[in-house]
């Protein structure tokens, strides 16, 4: 006497199948927790006032690359981490060479691009030397003598042969230090998409088998 058993429905096949299931839940979790986050740190980015540059440079990526697994995981960074880190941290930025900021009046405009200028290159662009001004009170300065300023408010060379409109300019301000404000909390975001991941896997499960 023989006996055959065979076990409907195929209990290997039905795992395999909750396995893969499992994988693309995971890695659609992940996904979906990545870009959740890069949103939230890009809109606290403008929020704050710092700009859509800054914000764009907020970027996610998921890994495996290809595929889908259970360990899959997601990357959020920024491309320019040492700016996103300083309005998050409220750095105290000194000068490099451990004397003094020169933080620039309106009087002293933009550099190339509309970038902040410093006072070297202030020097080339408007061909007048700058002085420097001790306060014990106050920022210290650097003063350009016998400028004028133009109907923007912008100090340069003074062509007067009789020193008609000549002013002494504050162009930069002299500090040691500048503490940035914080203004950006991304540990509460980041800990909101790590809080999220479980219900993201549940809900991308049972969305795959309906």
Do not use: C
């Amino acid at each position: 006497m023989k006996f055959k058993l065979d076990i409907r429905p195929d209990l290997v096949a039905m795992m395999k199948a909750e396995v893969a299931a499992g994988e693309r839940a995971v890695s659609a979790a992940m996904r979906d927790a990545g870009t959740g986050l890069k949103l939230a740190w890009r809109g606290q980015i403008t929020g704050a006032g710092l700009g859509a540059r800054l914000a764009n440079s907020i970027r996610t990526e998921v890994f495996p690359k290809a595929g889908a697994s259970l360990n899959a995981a997601a990357v959020v960074w920024s491309k320019a981490p040492v700016i996103v880190g300083a309005h998050d941290a409220g750095a105290l930025i000194r000068s490099k060479s451990g004397l003094w900021l020169a933080i620039p009046t309106p009087a002293a405009g933009k550099g190339l691009g509309g970038r902040r200028i410093t006072p070297a290159a202030w020097e080339r662009k408007t061909g007048l030397r700058l002085r420097f001004v001790y306060r014990r009170t106050g920022p210290s300065l650097l003063v350009a003598d016998g400028a004028r300023l133009n109907s923007r408010g912008l100090a340069a060379a003074s062509r007067s042969k009789t020193g008609r409109g000549q002013v002494t300019a504050p162009i930069f301000l002299l500090v040691p230090h500048v503490k940035l404000p914080k203004r950006l909390d991304l540990a509460r975001d980041a800990e909101w998409a790590h809080d999220a991941v479980p219900e993201l896997i549940v809900a991308n499960w049972v969305e795959g088998k309906v």
